[in-house]
């Protein structure tokens, strides 16, 4: 993949699958400890300790649509070739967990890409779920559907004037974190 709101993606439609009704995700960058980190977490089913075991083989899946899963092996490459590492934590009924940490500097750390559209797309595409977003860079952003259905009352956030609403407060809060330019 890409970029890492690709990976992001990837992994929240998983813990979607997963019959996650909040997905947690943290994206803290660190320059003094050279590090970039990404945080996923759902209250999913989580996974057994067999499978866990295997995740990061691309030729495991609990799809049945295909016999290959190459999100959280590609994760995995992505955050070793920085000199990183991926950390997956899981327990069946409570959900799963996946750290992964890239060195900030390194120059085969993936770019963010366009954090704001995947988190809003994840958003629009399930409504049903609920997402928290917490940034921290230069500054801290936090993004929590719950609030934001909580002050919508009845209005759906796949309503037109709040998908617009969640967009432009997603760029916003991102930019501001992380600036005008790609870390």
């Given at each position: 993949m890409r970029d890492i709101s690709l990976?992001?993606?990837d992994i929240a439609e998983n813990s979607i699958r997963a019959g996650s009704s909040l997905v947690r995700i943290?994206?803290?960058?660190?320059?003094?400890?050279?590090?970039?980190k990404l945080v996923i977490g759902d209250n999913g089913c989580g996974m057994s300790k067999e499978l866990l075991s295997r995740v990061k083989s691309p030729f495991t899946t609990?799809?049945?649509?295909?016999?290959?899963?190459?999100?959280?092996?590609?994760?995995?490459?992505n955050?070793?070739?920085?000199?990183?590492?991926?950390?997956?934590?899981?327990?069946?009924?409570?959900?799963?967990?996946?750290?992964?940490?890239?060195?900030?500097?390194?120059?085969?750390?993936p770019p963010l890409g366009d954090i704001a559209e995947t988190l809003a797309t994840l958003t629009i595409m399930n409504p049903s779920v609920d997402f928290v977003f917490s940034a921290k860079y230069n500054e801290a952003?936090?993004?929590?559907t719950r609030q934001i259905k909580a002050a919508l009352g009845d209005v759906p956030v796949t309503q037109p004037d709040v998908m617009t609403f969640i967009?432009?407060?997603?760029?916003?809060?991102?930019?501001?974190?992380?600036?005008?330019?790609?870390i």
């Amino acid at each position: 993949m890409r970029d890492i709101s690709l990976h992001i993606l990837d992994i929240a439609e998983n813990s979607i699958r997963a019959g996650s009704s909040l997905v947690r995700i943290g994206l803290h960058a660190d320059k003094e400890r050279d590090e970039l980190k990404l945080v996923i977490g759902d209250n999913g089913c989580g996974m057994s300790k067999e499978l866990l075991s295997r995740v990061k083989s691309p030729f495991t899946t609990s799809r049945t649509t295909r016999k290959v899963g190459l999100g959280i092996p590609l994760l995995a490459a992505n955050c070793e070739a920085t000199g990183g590492r991926l950390d997956i934590e899981s327990e069946i009924g409570k959900g799963t967990t996946l750290t992964a940490v890239f060195q900030f500097s390194h120059i085969d750390r993936p770019p963010l890409g366009d954090i704001a559209e995947t988190l809003a797309t994840l958003t629009i595409m399930n409504p049903s779920v609920d997402f928290v977003f917490s940034a921290k860079y230069n500054e801290a952003f936090d993004y929590d559907t719950r609030q934001i259905k909580a002050a919508l009352g009845d209005v759906p956030v796949t309503q037109p004037d709040v998908m617009t609403f969640i967009r432009e407060y997603l760029k916003e809060g991102i930019k501001q974190v992380f600036g005008g330019n790609e870390i």
